[in-house]
């Protein structure tokens, strides 16, 4: 009878303390406010990514349209730039910073790649905010992304 009452809390303790972990890991990545990019996420599907470049001395501009291009830095997993088509046709360079992700925690990196990855598929429509610095604020950097609500691909 002893044997099965230390079993019992034994197991109940090993299920609790697993249980507090696995919460506490999650209350953390959710809360966390250091630098670099934020997710929203919905299950485990990115629906938005921000804070993606801290925009010193550019100015911000919202672009809307659908990923027609993409580019990826020499790894083939980070892309480096897209560019977006708007309704009326004319087309916009965003470039992604990828300084500014290597900010995020290192365990939240893979996630935010993978977010950018499928948030910015060539076809898929979406709302992204860019700021647009150097001369003439001809160079346009990403800041955050969504789909557009109501368009599929």
Not at 62 to 83: D, H, P, S, W
Not at 106 to 123: D, N, R
Not at 137 to 145: H, I, K, N, P, T
């Amino acid at each position: 009878m002893t044997d099965a009452i230390t079993t019992a809390r034994g197991y109940a303790l090993r299920i609790s303390a697993a249980g507090f972990l696995c919460l506490a890991g999650t209350a953390s990545f959710a809360q966390y406010d250091g630098p670099g990019p934020r997710l929203q996420q919905q299950g485990a599907k990115v629906v938005s990514i921000s804070r993606l470049t801290d925009g010193a001395g550019c100015h911000p501009d919202t672009v809307q349209g659908r990923v027609i291009k993409r580019n990826f830095a020499r790894n083939g997993m980070t892309l480096e730039n897209v560019i977006i088509e708007s309704a009326d046709g004319s087309r916009a360079l965003i470039n992604i910073d990828d300084e500014q992700i290597n900010k995020a925690l290192p365990s939240a990196q893979g996630v935010i790649v993978q977010g950018l990855q499928s948030l910015l598929k060539e076809g898929n429509w979406v709302v992204l905010r860019a700021f647009y610095c150097g001369a003439a604020g001809r160079v346009a950097v990403l800041d955050s992304v969504r789909q557009q609500a109501g368009r599929g691909r």
